[in-house]
């Protein structure tokens, strides 16, 4: 027997998990639940809303240099305030607001992406060639020494560093790339000859980056990750070797603060902690990362922004991370994000998510500010379709319900046979709010008259008008509209962040074709 649609049609039915499905692209349409949208971007999905995300702005005004990606980022305190330093091209910037940005180290190779960490009131970073220290100027080159404090004649090198029992550790030697070193304890410049450990030099492949995580340091390879654990001076340094699965690069490993490590390899997206091992997380976009050329997976980076992995690559035949998706860690969902061109990420010791750009040498903080620097943020989620052919159905109402001051458009796509296309849109004024809040303790000594009491005055907004922006909205819609199957899309679009809670739409059988 068949079954119509139920009526009223929820888009979004907090009972049914609201708009928390995420992305479910390259999988059957049938298996789709209600909340699972095909295509969908700038929005973040909650256990009840639809909820945009701020777009970017940029921290420097004025381009390091034009047309240059950002290959290196931290954010630093020197002592008396916070410093952003970004590598573009060969060089190192101090970024400034406005203005020229100071260079604090050139004479970089410019292909070369670098890591930066802080120790000892410094910042630190490596290029491969060169371990670099600064304070609250510029960057210069550190001598490298043994234990007894001579110049080292093959001293280390390295593409990534960390600290970690008050020594420095660096990984990615050109020269002996499956080594990590490590200096003397409390010393940054001094490395004893015998202070470093292989990740199994006898396959020769190299270390590509390393994490400190619960205490122990994960050294990754392509396809590969070996577990460093214990400390030299206490005579139980050891590697172990780890999980068969390797991160890209090192701006493609991050441990982050919800407890897990994560990364990005050939094999996917990953995440691990003691208590549950190592799993998968990226099959609703595996089908779009596994199309990323060969020559750019060294490019793809990882962020985080609580309780988001920000997740940064690219299409075919495009040279820059142009594409960024987003792990919602709480419901175990991805969100793709448009004309966010990220190159690499850091997160802040007070939260904040900096990101340097992969086509302009712009320094940008994601998750604030407006979209593209003053343009309007476009969001769009669009469902799967919905009925069984050969049923027609008929749309007749559309109801959704909108915050004040926010605007929305619902448009609807039939199957070819009945050709329906159209759209509606809502729009919630801002009608007034109360002067005066009880539960508001800046307003304890403000006080509105009582309509109900004689010649006590009366309140400035009605009951009835006070909050309408947060009513329903609704429209009838025009005769005629069947289908057997159909398709919605959302689309909002303004300078602040938006939120959209359903939208209920009136759908009734009419024949069996």
Not at 268 to 283: M, T
């Amino acid at each position: 027997m068949w079954q119509p649609l139920p009526s009223p049609l929820l888009l979004g039915d907090p009972a049914t998990g609201g708009f928390s499905g995420g992305v479910k692209r390259g999988i059957s349409n049938n298996n789709l639940r209600p909340c699972d949208a095909q295509v969908c971007w700038n929005y973040i999905g909650t256990d009840k809303n639809l909820d945009s995300r701020d777009g970017s702005i940029r921290v420097n005004s004025v381009e390091l240099q034009t047309g240059v990606p950002i290959s290196g980022l931290f954010r630093f305190y020197d002592g008396s305030k916070f410093r952003i330093f970004a590598k573009c091209g060969a060089n190192v910037y101090d970024v400034q607001v406005s203005g020229t940005s100071p260079t604090i180290a050139t004479g970089l190779d410019p292909s070369v992406d670098i890591q930066f960490a802080r120790w000892f009131g410094r910042y630190f970073f490596v290029d491969g060639k060169n371990l670099w220290a600064g304070t609250t100027g510029a960057a210069s080159k550190v001598t490298l020494l043994d234990q007894d404090g001579n110049p080292l004649a093959n001293p280390p090198k390295g593409h990534s560093i960390l600290i970690k029992d008050q020594r420095i550790y660096l990984a990615y030697d050109p020269d002996h790339n499956t080594y990590v070193y490590f200096s003397e304890t409390d010393f940054y410049d001094r490395f004893k000859a015998t202070n470093w450990v292989a990740c199994d030099r006898d396959d020769g492949r190299p270390v590509y980056g390393m994490e400190k995580h619960a205490n122990k340091i994960f050294s990754f390879k392509e396809n590969q990750i070996y577990v460093i654990m214990g400390d030299y001076s206490l005579g139980n340094l050891a590697v172990v070797e780890g999980p068969k699965v390797g991160a890209w690069s090192q701006k493609a490993i991050l441990d982050c603060p919800d407890g897990y490590l994560r990364w990005v390899g050939p094999d996917g997206v990953w995440e691990y902690n003691d208590a549950e091992g190592h799993r998968r997380i990226d099959w609703d976009i595996w089908h779009d990362l596994k199309k990323v050329d060969s020559d750019m997976t060294k490019k793809i980076c990882l962020g985080w922004y609580s309780p988001f992995l920000v997740l940064a690559f690219s299409e075919p035949g495009v040279t820059f991370n142009n594409l960024v998706a987003v792990y919602d860690t709480r419901y175990r969902a991805w969100w793709p994000f448009r004309e966010w061109y990220v190159s690499i990420m850091h997160t802040a010791t007070t939260g904040e998510l900096y990101a340097g750009w992969s086509n302009a040498g712009y320094v940008r903080q994601l998750f604030t500010g407006t979209h593209d620097d003053g343009q309007e943020i476009a969001c769009l989620w669009k469902s799967k379709r919905f009925g069984v052919p050969g049923i027609e159905h008929c749309l007749d109402y559309m109801r959704t319900s909108l915050q004040k001051g926010q605007s929305v458009t619902i448009s609807w796509e039939s199957d070819p046979t009945h050709g329906q296309a159209g759209s509606r849109t809502f729009e919630a004024d801002d009608v007034g709010v109360y002067l005066g809040d009880e539960n508001n303790p800046r307003d304890e000594d403000f006080l509105l008259g009582d309509e109900e009491i004689p010649g006590d005055g009366d309140i400035l907004v009605s009951e009835e008008e006070l909050g309408q922006g947060a009513e329903d909205f609704n429209t009838r819609m025009r005769g005629g509209i069947t289908f057997n199957e159909m398709s919605f899309t959302i689309e909002q679009r303004g300078f602040e962040k938006m939120s959209l809670d359903w939208v209920e739409l009136d759908i009734y059988p009419t024949r069996i074709r």
